[in-house]
C-alpha cells in the first residue's frame, strides 16, 4: 500500500500520541502537495528536498500555535488526508494518525530559546520574521526514533 509522509505539529504534552494514549484526529498537518511543489520551484524527483520543507513548515506552525517547535511524522494512508487551507505551504488535515504509522518526531534541543509570535499568523507572515529565520538558521530540529519515546 502507498503512504504519504505528513508532519504533524503538535505541544509537548501531547507526545502521548506515540504511543496511543492520546489521538491525533482531524489535524491540521503538512505533505507534499503539487501546489507545494509548484510554490518552491521543485521538480517531482525532488520529494527529499520537498519532504524536509514540509517539516520545516510544520514546525513554524507549531511555533504560532504552541508556541514550540515539535513535530511528530508520519506516514499514513492517503485516504486520512484531505485538503487543507494552505496547499502552497504543504498544508493538509489529517483525520486520524494510526499510532502505528508514526515513524519519527522532531523537536528543538533543550534550551533552545523560540520566539513568541502572535496565535493566528500565518506560515508566510511568520516566515518573513527575522527571528524566526534566526531560529531556523541557527538551530536545526533534534530527531528523535519513536522507540526511544516508547521504551521511556
Known amino acids: 500500500m502507498t503512504r504519504q509522509l505528513v508532519c504533524i505539529p503538535v505541544s509537548t504534552s501531547e507526545l502521548s500520541a506515540l504511543t496511543g494514549e ?90 533552545v530559546a523560540v520566539p513568541t509570535l502572535p496565535r493566528g499568523i500565518s506560515i508566510d507572515e511568520a516566515w518573513g520574521r527575522p527571528e524566526v529565520q534566526q531560529l531556523l538558521h541557527e538551530h536545526e530540529l533534534l530527531w528523535n526514533d519513536v522507540a526511544e519515546y516508547r521504551r521511556a
Open 22 to 111: 492520546t489521538s491525533l484526529n482531524s489535524r491540521r498537518a503538512y505533505t507534499v502537495t503539487p501546489d507545494l511543489l509548484a510554490e518552491l520551484e521543485y521538480s517531482a524527483d525532488m520529494r527529499e528536498d520537498a519532504e524536509y520543507a514540509v517539516l520545516v513548515l510544520a514546525s513554524v506552525a507549531g511555533l504560532i500555535e504552541y508556541g514550540e517547535r515539535v513535530v511528530v511524522v508520519a506516514e499514513v494512508d492517503p485516504a486520512l488526508l484531505e485538503p487543507g487551507e494552505d496547499s502552497p505551504n504543504g498544508e493538509c488535515v489529517l483525520t486520524f494518525c494510526p499510532p502505528g504509522a508514526i515513524t519519527a518526531w522532531f523537536v528543538d534541543a533543550p534550551g
